[in-house]
Protein backbone atom coordinates (compact mmCIF):
# COMPACT_ATOMS: atom_id res chain seq x y z
CA UNK A 1 0.00 0.00 0.00
CA UNK A 2 1.31 3.66 -0.85
CA UNK A 3 2.39 6.08 1.84
CA UNK A 4 -0.55 7.80 2.93
CA UNK A 5 -3.27 5.15 1.76
CA UNK A 6 -5.11 3.20 3.94
CA UNK A 7 -6.41 -0.07 2.51
CA UNK A 8 -10.40 -0.64 1.83
CA UNK A 9 -12.52 -2.02 4.19
CA UNK A 10 -13.66 -5.81 2.66
CA UNK A 11 -16.89 -5.66 1.24
CA UNK A 12 -16.91 -1.92 0.01
CA UNK A 13 -17.36 -0.80 -3.19
CA UNK A 14 -13.58 -0.16 -4.72
CA UNK A 15 -12.32 1.17 -7.82
CA UNK A 16 -9.85 0.31 -10.43
CA UNK A 17 -7.79 2.75 -9.12
CA UNK A 18 -7.50 1.67 -5.69
CA UNK A 19 -7.37 -1.81 -6.19
CA UNK A 20 -3.86 -1.10 -8.54
CA UNK A 21 -2.71 1.14 -5.45
CA UNK A 22 -2.99 -1.87 -3.43
CA UNK A 23 -1.25 -4.21 -6.41
CA UNK A 24 2.02 -1.58 -5.79
CA UNK A 25 4.38 -1.07 -8.18
CA UNK A 26 6.75 -4.70 -8.45
CA UNK A 27 7.58 -7.33 -10.96
CA UNK A 28 4.45 -7.36 -13.14
CA UNK A 29 5.32 -3.51 -13.89
CA UNK A 30 8.88 -4.15 -14.45
CA UNK A 31 8.42 -7.01 -16.61
CA UNK A 32 5.74 -4.67 -18.78
CA UNK A 33 8.20 -1.66 -18.63
CA UNK A 34 11.08 -4.03 -20.24
CA UNK A 35 8.14 -5.24 -22.80
CA UNK A 36 7.42 -2.23 -24.38
CA UNK A 37 10.89 -1.02 -23.82
CA UNK A 38 12.01 -3.58 -26.77
CA UNK A 39 8.78 -2.81 -28.80
CA UNK A 40 10.26 1.07 -28.59
CA UNK A 41 13.75 0.30 -29.08
CA UNK A 42 12.96 -0.83 -32.48
CA UNK A 43 11.19 2.30 -32.73
CA UNK A 44 13.83 4.26 -32.04
CA UNK A 45 15.74 2.39 -34.65
CA UNK A 46 13.73 2.62 -37.43
CA UNK A 47 13.59 6.40 -36.55
CA UNK A 48 17.37 7.12 -37.69
CA UNK A 49 18.53 3.57 -39.68
CA UNK A 50 17.79 4.66 -43.38
CA UNK A 51 18.97 7.99 -42.85
CA UNK A 52 22.25 7.14 -41.33
CA UNK A 53 22.49 4.31 -43.94
CA UNK A 54 21.44 6.50 -47.02
CA UNK A 55 25.20 6.86 -48.44
CA UNK A 56 26.30 3.56 -49.06
CA UNK A 57 22.91 2.35 -50.45
CA UNK A 58 23.14 1.35 -54.02
CA UNK A 59 21.89 4.57 -55.47
CA UNK A 60 24.02 4.35 -58.99
CA UNK A 61 22.35 1.37 -59.28
CA UNK A 62 18.92 1.97 -58.10
CA UNK A 63 18.84 5.62 -59.95
CA UNK A 64 18.29 7.50 -56.65
CA UNK A 65 18.31 10.82 -56.57
CA UNK A 66 19.40 13.12 -53.67
CA UNK A 67 15.66 14.30 -53.00
CA UNK A 68 15.09 10.66 -52.60
CA UNK A 69 16.42 10.74 -49.13
CA UNK A 70 13.75 12.78 -48.06
CA UNK A 71 11.06 10.45 -49.72
CA UNK A 72 13.13 7.14 -48.01
CA UNK A 73 13.18 8.79 -44.68
CA UNK A 74 9.63 10.44 -44.32
CA UNK A 75 8.08 7.50 -45.74
CA UNK A 76 8.73 5.18 -42.17
CA UNK A 77 6.82 8.22 -40.54
CA UNK A 78 4.15 8.44 -42.96
CA UNK A 79 3.80 4.75 -42.27
CA UNK A 80 3.72 5.30 -38.76
CA UNK A 81 0.28 7.76 -39.41
CA UNK A 82 -1.97 5.47 -40.83
CA UNK A 83 -0.94 2.54 -38.03
CA UNK A 84 -1.46 5.12 -35.34
CA UNK A 85 -4.70 6.06 -36.68
CA UNK A 86 -5.84 2.41 -36.95
CA UNK A 87 -4.18 1.08 -33.79
CA UNK A 88 -6.10 4.08 -32.13
CA UNK A 89 -9.50 3.25 -32.66
CA UNK A 90 -9.67 -0.29 -32.67
CA UNK A 91 -7.54 -0.17 -28.92
CA UNK A 92 -10.07 1.56 -27.40
CA UNK A 93 -12.76 -0.25 -29.10
CA UNK A 94 -11.34 -4.02 -28.89
CA UNK A 95 -8.75 -4.42 -26.92
CA UNK A 96 -5.07 -3.12 -26.44
CA UNK A 97 -2.73 -6.71 -26.60
CA UNK A 98 -4.08 -7.36 -30.01
CA UNK A 99 -2.36 -4.68 -31.03
CA UNK A 100 0.89 -5.71 -29.38
CA UNK A 101 0.40 -8.72 -31.07
CA UNK A 102 -0.98 -7.35 -34.98
CA UNK A 103 2.12 -4.82 -34.70
CA UNK A 104 4.94 -7.75 -34.54
CA UNK A 105 3.05 -10.09 -37.06
CA UNK A 106 3.43 -7.30 -39.46
CA UNK A 107 6.84 -5.57 -38.33
CA UNK A 108 9.43 -8.61 -38.30
CA UNK A 109 8.67 -10.65 -41.73
CA UNK A 110 8.32 -6.73 -43.30
CA UNK A 111 11.91 -5.96 -41.58
CA UNK A 112 13.21 -9.23 -43.10
CA UNK A 113 11.66 -8.46 -46.95
CA UNK A 114 12.91 -4.68 -46.46
CA UNK A 115 16.66 -5.68 -46.06
CA UNK A 116 16.47 -8.34 -48.56
CA UNK A 117 15.63 -4.92 -50.98
CA UNK A 118 16.50 -5.19 -55.08
CA UNK A 119 15.62 -1.89 -55.78
CA UNK A 120 14.44 1.58 -54.15
CA UNK A 121 10.50 0.98 -54.69
CA UNK A 122 11.28 -2.21 -53.16
CA UNK A 123 12.81 -0.51 -49.99
CA UNK A 124 10.35 2.69 -49.66
CA UNK A 125 7.07 -0.14 -50.06
CA UNK A 126 8.41 -2.06 -47.15
CA UNK A 127 9.41 0.99 -44.74
CA UNK A 128 6.16 2.22 -45.28
CA UNK A 129 4.84 -1.22 -43.57
CA UNK A 130 7.18 -1.22 -41.35
CA UNK A 131 5.73 2.21 -40.39
CA UNK A 132 2.80 0.75 -39.18
CA UNK A 133 3.58 -1.26 -37.77
CA UNK A 134 5.22 0.89 -35.47
CA UNK A 135 2.33 3.13 -35.12
CA UNK A 136 0.42 0.41 -33.77
CA UNK A 137 2.54 -0.26 -30.89
CA UNK A 138 3.53 3.00 -29.09
CA UNK A 139 0.66 4.41 -28.29
CA UNK A 140 -0.59 1.17 -27.36
CA UNK A 141 2.39 0.48 -24.78
CA UNK A 142 2.26 4.11 -23.34
CA UNK A 143 -1.69 3.16 -22.80
CA UNK A 144 -1.20 -0.11 -21.31
CA UNK A 145 1.68 0.81 -19.07
CA UNK A 146 -0.35 4.07 -17.48
CA UNK A 147 -3.20 1.64 -16.89
CA UNK A 148 -0.87 -0.87 -14.88
CA UNK A 149 1.21 1.74 -13.18
CA UNK A 150 -0.04 2.80 -9.92
CA UNK A 151 0.29 6.92 -9.15
CA UNK A 152 3.31 7.51 -7.51
CA UNK A 153 4.99 5.62 -10.55
CA UNK A 154 3.28 6.53 -13.18
CA UNK A 155 4.64 9.75 -14.71
CA UNK A 156 8.42 7.52 -14.33
CA UNK A 157 6.85 4.54 -15.95
CA UNK A 158 5.52 6.60 -18.92
CA UNK A 159 8.58 8.70 -19.31
CA UNK A 160 10.71 5.81 -19.26
CA UNK A 161 9.18 4.12 -22.69
CA UNK A 162 9.98 6.77 -25.06
CA UNK A 163 13.01 8.41 -23.28
CA UNK A 164 15.07 5.45 -22.40
CA UNK A 165 13.97 3.62 -25.01
CA UNK A 166 13.98 5.99 -27.88
CA UNK A 167 17.65 6.86 -27.52
CA UNK A 168 19.14 3.03 -26.50
CA UNK A 169 17.42 2.10 -29.80
CA UNK A 170 19.54 4.97 -32.15
CA UNK A 171 22.76 4.15 -30.14
CA UNK A 172 22.28 0.18 -30.36
CA UNK A 173 21.85 0.64 -34.43
CA UNK A 174 24.91 3.35 -34.95
CA UNK A 175 26.90 1.36 -32.28
CA UNK A 176 26.17 -1.96 -34.77
CA UNK A 177 27.05 0.51 -38.24
CA UNK A 178 30.38 1.35 -36.32
CA UNK A 179 31.15 -1.94 -35.91
CA UNK A 180 30.19 -2.97 -39.48
CA UNK A 181 31.94 -0.04 -41.17
CA UNK A 182 34.87 -1.03 -39.14
CA UNK A 183 34.90 -4.79 -40.41
CA UNK A 184 33.71 -3.86 -44.04
CA UNK A 185 34.86 -0.57 -44.70
CA UNK A 186 32.17 2.56 -45.65
CA UNK A 187 32.82 1.93 -49.35
CA UNK A 188 33.33 -1.57 -49.74
CA UNK A 189 33.25 -3.26 -53.19
CA UNK A 190 29.32 -4.43 -53.07
CA UNK A 191 28.42 -3.67 -50.17
CA UNK A 192 25.79 -5.52 -48.27
CA UNK A 193 26.16 -4.52 -44.63
CA UNK A 194 23.31 -1.71 -44.22
CA UNK A 195 21.07 -4.63 -44.87
CA UNK A 196 22.29 -6.06 -41.67
CA UNK A 197 21.16 -2.61 -39.49
CA UNK A 198 17.36 -2.76 -41.24
CA UNK A 199 17.25 -6.00 -39.54
CA UNK A 200 18.46 -5.41 -36.06
CA UNK A 201 14.92 -4.11 -35.05
CA UNK A 202 14.08 -7.53 -35.23
CA UNK A 203 15.71 -8.58 -31.72
CA UNK A 204 14.47 -6.30 -29.44
CA UNK A 205 10.54 -6.99 -31.01
CA UNK A 206 11.03 -10.46 -30.77
CA UNK A 207 12.08 -10.15 -27.19
CA UNK A 208 9.57 -8.03 -26.44
CA UNK A 209 6.71 -9.86 -27.99
CA UNK A 210 7.92 -13.36 -25.86
CA UNK A 211 7.81 -11.45 -22.47
CA UNK A 212 3.92 -10.13 -23.58
CA UNK A 213 3.12 -13.69 -24.29
CA UNK A 214 4.09 -14.94 -21.26
CA UNK A 215 3.42 -12.15 -18.92
CA UNK A 216 0.89 -9.22 -20.00
CA UNK A 217 -2.75 -9.50 -19.87
CA UNK A 218 -5.16 -7.26 -21.74
CA UNK A 219 -5.72 -3.62 -19.69
CA UNK A 220 -7.95 -3.98 -17.03
CA UNK A 221 -8.94 -0.48 -17.65
CA UNK A 222 -9.78 -1.45 -20.70
CA UNK A 223 -11.99 -4.32 -19.60
CA UNK A 224 -13.65 -2.08 -16.76
CA UNK A 225 -15.02 0.48 -19.67
CA UNK A 226 -16.04 -2.58 -21.53
CA UNK A 227 -18.13 -4.13 -18.47
CA UNK A 228 -16.18 -7.28 -18.53
CA UNK A 229 -15.69 -7.27 -13.87
CA UNK A 230 -15.15 -11.20 -13.72
CA UNK A 231 -12.11 -10.64 -16.59
CA UNK A 232 -11.16 -7.34 -14.37
CA UNK A 233 -10.81 -8.93 -11.14
CA UNK A 234 -8.91 -12.14 -13.01
CA UNK A 235 -6.18 -9.31 -14.51
CA UNK A 236 -6.42 -7.72 -10.60
CA UNK A 237 -5.04 -10.96 -9.73
CA UNK A 238 -2.93 -12.22 -11.96
CA UNK A 239 -1.46 -9.04 -11.29
CA UNK A 240 -0.77 -8.96 -7.72
CA UNK A 241 0.46 -12.79 -7.82
CA UNK A 242 3.48 -11.49 -10.17
CA UNK A 243 3.83 -8.46 -7.24
CA UNK A 244 3.29 -10.22 -4.49
CA UNK A 245 0.81 -8.78 -3.11
CA UNK A 246 -2.51 -11.24 -3.41
CA UNK A 247 -3.51 -10.47 0.32
CA UNK A 248 -3.56 -6.84 -0.61
CA UNK A 249 -6.74 -7.39 -2.87
CA UNK A 250 -10.14 -6.32 -1.80
CA UNK A 251 -12.81 -8.41 -2.37
CA UNK A 252 -10.74 -10.36 -4.37
CA UNK A 253 -10.19 -8.19 -7.13
CA UNK A 254 -13.65 -7.14 -7.99
CA UNK A 255 -13.85 -3.46 -8.96
CA UNK A 256 -16.77 -1.23 -8.90
CA UNK A 257 -18.61 -0.59 -11.79
CA UNK A 258 -19.00 2.32 -13.86
CA UNK A 259 -22.23 4.33 -13.87
CA UNK A 260 -25.01 4.23 -16.83
CA UNK A 261 -24.18 5.37 -20.17
CA UNK A 262 -20.51 4.89 -19.54
CA UNK A 263 -19.59 1.53 -20.41
CA UNK A 264 -19.60 -0.80 -23.34
CA UNK A 265 -18.04 2.00 -25.51
CA UNK A 266 -18.51 0.95 -29.48
CA UNK A 267 -16.67 2.64 -32.47
CA UNK A 268 -19.33 5.26 -33.17
CA UNK A 269 -20.38 5.90 -29.30
CA UNK A 270 -16.69 6.43 -29.09
CA UNK A 271 -16.52 8.57 -32.23
CA UNK A 272 -19.35 10.84 -31.00
CA UNK A 273 -17.61 11.37 -27.14
CA UNK A 274 -14.76 12.47 -29.10
CA UNK A 275 -16.60 15.24 -31.24
CA UNK A 276 -18.45 16.36 -28.04
CA UNK A 277 -17.41 18.34 -24.76
CA UNK A 278 -14.78 18.29 -22.94
CA UNK A 279 -12.65 15.77 -25.88
CA UNK A 280 -13.49 18.03 -28.39
CA UNK A 281 -11.48 20.83 -27.24
CA UNK A 282 -8.91 18.94 -24.97
CA UNK A 283 -7.55 16.51 -27.55
CA UNK A 284 -7.18 18.94 -30.71
CA UNK A 285 -5.08 21.22 -28.26
CA UNK A 286 -3.13 18.55 -26.60
CA UNK A 287 -1.95 17.47 -30.49
CA UNK A 288 -1.57 20.83 -31.65
CA UNK A 289 0.95 21.40 -28.75
CA UNK A 290 2.45 18.44 -29.44
CA UNK A 291 3.22 19.06 -32.76
CA UNK A 292 4.44 22.60 -32.11
CA UNK A 293 7.01 20.76 -29.70
CA UNK A 294 7.90 18.20 -32.08
CA UNK A 295 9.33 20.51 -34.87
CA UNK A 296 12.56 21.23 -32.60
CA UNK A 297 13.11 17.40 -32.02
CA UNK A 298 12.27 16.30 -35.53
CA UNK A 299 14.81 19.30 -37.33
CA UNK A 300 17.38 17.99 -35.30
CA UNK A 301 17.16 14.59 -35.60
CA UNK A 302 17.65 14.75 -39.35
CA UNK A 303 19.67 17.38 -39.87
CA UNK A 304 22.35 16.33 -37.80
CA UNK A 305 23.17 13.26 -39.72
CA UNK A 306 23.39 15.84 -42.98
CA UNK A 307 25.38 18.70 -40.94
CA UNK A 308 27.67 15.48 -39.44
CA UNK A 309 28.62 14.62 -43.21
CA UNK A 310 29.97 18.51 -44.13
CA UNK A 311 32.48 18.50 -40.94
CA UNK A 312 35.52 16.51 -42.58
CA UNK A 313 35.45 13.23 -40.25
CA UNK A 314 35.77 9.87 -41.49
CA UNK A 315 32.48 7.73 -41.18
CA UNK A 316 33.12 5.84 -38.04
CA UNK A 317 33.70 9.51 -36.40
CA UNK A 318 30.75 10.62 -37.91
CA UNK A 319 28.82 7.92 -36.09
CA UNK A 320 30.77 8.49 -33.03
CA UNK A 321 29.39 11.73 -33.23
CA UNK A 322 25.92 10.81 -33.81
CA UNK A 323 26.03 8.31 -30.82
CA UNK A 324 27.42 11.04 -28.65
CA UNK A 325 24.19 13.23 -29.21
CA UNK A 326 21.94 10.97 -28.84
CA UNK A 327 23.11 9.53 -25.47
CA UNK A 328 22.80 13.05 -24.18
CA UNK A 329 19.65 12.22 -23.95
CA UNK A 330 20.04 10.03 -20.92
CA UNK A 331 20.96 12.51 -18.43
CA UNK A 332 18.04 14.93 -19.40
CA UNK A 333 15.41 11.94 -18.81
CA UNK A 334 17.11 11.10 -15.96
CA UNK A 335 16.63 14.88 -14.70
CA UNK A 336 13.06 14.66 -16.06
CA UNK A 337 12.35 11.11 -14.03
CA UNK A 338 13.61 13.12 -10.87
CA UNK A 339 11.11 15.98 -10.98
CA UNK A 340 8.16 14.29 -13.09
CA UNK A 341 6.64 12.59 -9.31
CA UNK A 342 8.34 14.41 -7.27
CA UNK A 343 5.67 15.27 -4.91
CA UNK A 344 6.10 17.85 -1.50
CA UNK A 345 6.01 16.97 1.55
CA UNK A 346 2.96 16.02 3.71
CA UNK A 347 3.61 19.07 6.05
CA UNK A 348 3.15 21.39 3.02
CA UNK A 349 -0.22 20.24 2.53
CA UNK A 350 -3.33 22.85 3.41
CA UNK A 351 -4.63 21.35 6.81
CA UNK A 352 -7.45 18.97 6.57
CA UNK A 353 -6.91 18.84 2.74
CA UNK A 354 -5.75 15.87 1.03
CA UNK A 355 -5.87 14.98 -2.80
CA UNK A 356 -8.16 12.57 -4.82
CA UNK A 357 -5.74 9.92 -3.89
CA UNK A 358 -5.09 10.76 -0.83
CA UNK A 359 -1.27 11.22 -1.84
CA UNK A 360 0.86 14.37 -1.67
CA UNK A 361 0.54 17.26 -4.31
CA UNK A 362 3.11 16.87 -7.04
CA UNK A 363 5.93 19.52 -6.89
CA UNK A 364 5.58 20.38 -10.19
CA UNK A 365 1.95 20.22 -12.18
CA UNK A 366 2.35 17.92 -15.66
CA UNK A 367 1.62 21.58 -17.36
CA UNK A 368 4.14 23.83 -15.77
CA UNK A 369 6.41 21.06 -15.84
CA UNK A 370 6.01 20.72 -19.60
CA UNK A 371 6.19 24.49 -19.94
CA UNK A 372 9.39 25.62 -18.27
CA UNK A 373 10.80 22.20 -20.45
CA UNK A 374 9.12 24.04 -23.67
CA UNK A 375 11.02 27.43 -22.71
CA UNK A 376 14.10 25.78 -22.08
CA UNK A 377 14.24 24.08 -25.96
CA UNK A 378 13.25 27.61 -27.56
CA UNK A 379 16.44 28.91 -25.12
CA UNK A 380 18.62 25.83 -26.61
CA UNK A 381 17.48 26.54 -30.32
CA UNK A 382 18.44 30.78 -29.44
CA UNK A 383 22.06 29.25 -28.14
CA UNK A 384 22.34 26.43 -30.97
CA UNK A 385 21.89 29.45 -33.62
CA UNK A 386 24.26 31.35 -32.01
CA UNK A 387 26.76 28.26 -31.88
CA UNK A 388 25.81 27.57 -35.66
CA UNK A 389 28.44 30.29 -35.95
CA UNK A 390 31.52 29.30 -34.02
CA UNK A 391 32.56 26.86 -36.70
CA UNK A 392 32.70 22.48 -36.72
CA UNK A 393 32.88 22.47 -32.80
CA UNK A 394 30.12 25.20 -31.86
CA UNK A 395 27.74 23.14 -34.60
CA UNK A 396 28.32 19.73 -32.21
CA UNK A 397 27.97 21.60 -28.82
CA UNK A 398 24.57 23.43 -30.34
CA UNK A 399 23.09 19.94 -31.27
CA UNK A 400 24.34 18.58 -28.24
CA UNK A 401 22.05 21.32 -26.01
CA UNK A 402 19.64 20.92 -28.71
CA UNK A 403 19.04 17.51 -28.47
CA UNK A 404 19.12 17.26 -24.80
CA UNK A 405 16.30 20.15 -24.32
CA UNK A 406 14.39 19.45 -27.53
CA UNK A 407 13.55 15.66 -26.57
CA UNK A 408 12.19 16.06 -23.01
CA UNK A 409 8.76 18.66 -23.92
CA UNK A 410 8.13 16.08 -26.63
CA UNK A 411 8.06 13.19 -23.87
CA UNK A 412 6.13 15.32 -21.36
CA UNK A 413 3.35 14.83 -23.63
CA UNK A 414 2.77 11.86 -23.42
CA UNK A 415 2.30 11.69 -19.89
CA UNK A 416 -0.04 14.64 -19.99
CA UNK A 417 -2.37 13.27 -22.46
CA UNK A 418 -2.50 9.86 -20.97
CA UNK A 419 -3.25 11.78 -17.70
CA UNK A 420 -5.90 14.00 -19.36
CA UNK A 421 -8.22 11.95 -21.38
CA UNK A 422 -10.20 8.75 -19.94
CA UNK A 423 -9.16 4.93 -20.78
CA UNK A 424 -12.11 5.33 -23.15
CA UNK A 425 -10.37 7.20 -25.24
CA UNK A 426 -7.04 7.12 -24.27
CA UNK A 427 -5.80 4.96 -26.89
CA UNK A 428 -6.75 7.08 -29.91
CA UNK A 429 -5.63 10.50 -28.13
CA UNK A 430 -1.97 9.05 -27.51
CA UNK A 431 -2.50 8.01 -31.19
CA UNK A 432 -3.82 11.07 -32.71
CA UNK A 433 -0.93 12.68 -31.03
CA UNK A 434 1.54 10.21 -31.89
CA UNK A 435 0.45 10.65 -35.60
CA UNK A 436 0.08 13.95 -35.68
CA UNK A 437 3.99 14.39 -34.78
CA UNK A 438 5.24 11.90 -37.07
CA UNK A 439 3.27 13.54 -39.68
CA UNK A 440 5.11 16.46 -39.02
CA UNK A 441 8.73 14.69 -38.64
CA UNK A 442 7.61 12.52 -42.49
CA UNK A 443 6.97 16.03 -44.01
CA UNK A 444 9.75 18.18 -41.97
CA UNK A 445 12.44 16.74 -44.70
CA UNK A 446 10.67 17.38 -47.41
CA UNK A 447 10.28 20.58 -46.61
CA UNK A 448 13.69 21.35 -44.37
CA UNK A 449 16.04 20.23 -47.35
CA UNK A 450 14.98 22.88 -49.38
CA UNK A 451 15.03 25.49 -46.50
CA UNK A 452 18.58 24.41 -46.19
CA UNK A 453 19.57 25.20 -49.71
CA UNK A 454 18.02 28.64 -49.26
CA UNK A 455 20.20 29.27 -45.64
CA UNK A 456 22.07 26.96 -43.16
CA UNK A 457 20.30 28.25 -40.30
CA UNK A 458 16.77 28.52 -41.92
CA UNK A 459 15.61 25.13 -40.64
CA UNK A 460 16.51 26.21 -37.11
CA UNK A 461 14.71 29.26 -37.34
CA UNK A 462 11.60 27.65 -38.52
CA UNK A 463 11.91 25.09 -35.22
CA UNK A 464 12.49 28.27 -33.20
CA UNK A 465 8.85 29.73 -34.52
CA UNK A 466 7.32 26.46 -33.40
CA UNK A 467 9.01 25.78 -30.41
CA UNK A 468 7.78 29.18 -29.02
CA UNK A 469 4.36 28.30 -30.22
CA UNK A 470 4.24 25.08 -28.34
CA UNK A 471 5.50 26.83 -25.23
CA UNK A 472 2.90 29.46 -25.60
CA UNK A 473 0.11 26.41 -25.47
CA UNK A 474 1.23 24.72 -22.77
CA UNK A 475 0.97 27.67 -20.91
CA UNK A 476 -3.07 28.08 -21.57
CA UNK A 477 -3.78 24.38 -21.62
CA UNK A 478 -5.49 23.01 -18.50
CA UNK A 479 -3.52 20.94 -15.93
CA UNK A 480 -4.28 17.31 -15.21
CA UNK A 481 -4.72 15.30 -11.90
CA UNK A 482 -2.77 12.34 -11.46
CA UNK A 483 -5.82 10.08 -11.18
CA UNK A 484 -6.71 8.28 -14.27
CA UNK A 485 -10.89 8.72 -15.19
CA UNK A 486 -12.26 5.76 -17.07
CA UNK A 487 -14.95 7.53 -19.16
CA UNK A 488 -16.23 11.02 -20.78
CA UNK A 489 -18.55 11.65 -18.16
CA UNK A 490 -15.99 11.64 -15.35
CA UNK A 491 -14.08 13.90 -17.38
CA UNK A 492 -16.32 16.78 -18.02
CA UNK A 493 -16.40 16.30 -13.55
CA UNK A 494 -13.28 16.68 -13.18
CA UNK A 495 -12.53 18.98 -15.47
CA UNK A 496 -15.16 21.39 -13.97
CA UNK A 497 -13.41 20.47 -10.39
CA UNK A 498 -10.13 21.41 -12.26
CA UNK A 499 -11.36 24.90 -13.71
CA UNK A 500 -12.78 25.99 -9.92
CA UNK A 501 -8.84 25.90 -8.15
CA UNK A 502 -7.25 26.44 -11.78
CA UNK A 503 -4.46 29.07 -11.02
CA UNK A 504 -4.21 30.13 -14.40
CA UNK A 505 -5.97 33.64 -15.38
CA UNK A 506 -6.64 32.62 -18.99
CA UNK A 507 -8.22 29.24 -18.29
CA UNK A 508 -10.52 30.84 -15.41
CA UNK A 509 -11.96 32.73 -18.33
CA UNK A 510 -13.46 29.36 -20.09
CA UNK A 511 -15.73 28.45 -17.10
Not at 221 to 240: C, H, I, T
Request: charged share 15%; aromatic share 10%; hydrophobic share 50%.
Amino acid sequence: VMKGQSKPESGEEVTAEEQIEQIGFGRFQMIAVVAFVCFIVADGMELVVTNITWSVLPRDEWGASDYARGVLVSVSFFGFVLGALIGGFTGDVYGRLPLLYAHSIIFIPTSVVSALSQSLLQLVVTRFIVGVSMGLVLPTAVSMISEFTPQAYRGRAVILLPGIAYTLGQVLVLLLGIGLISTYGYHCLDCQWWRWMLLAGIVPDLTGIVLVYLYIPESPRFLLYQGKLDKVAEVLKEMSEINGTSEKLVNGGRCKALGDGEELVDLWKSTQELCAEPLVRTVPLAVLTWCFLSVTLFTQVFMWPIYVETLGFDHVTQYWLMTLVALVEIPGVILLLLLVDARESAGKESAGKESASSQPQLFLGRRMLTFYLAAASVCALLLHLFLRMQGPIGKIIGNVLLRLFSVLPYEMMYLYVAERVPTSHRNISLSLGNASTKLIAGILPLALLPLKEVNESAPFVLALVCAFSGAVLVWVSPEVQSVLTDSAPQVVSETYKLRLSEKNPLLAKQQ
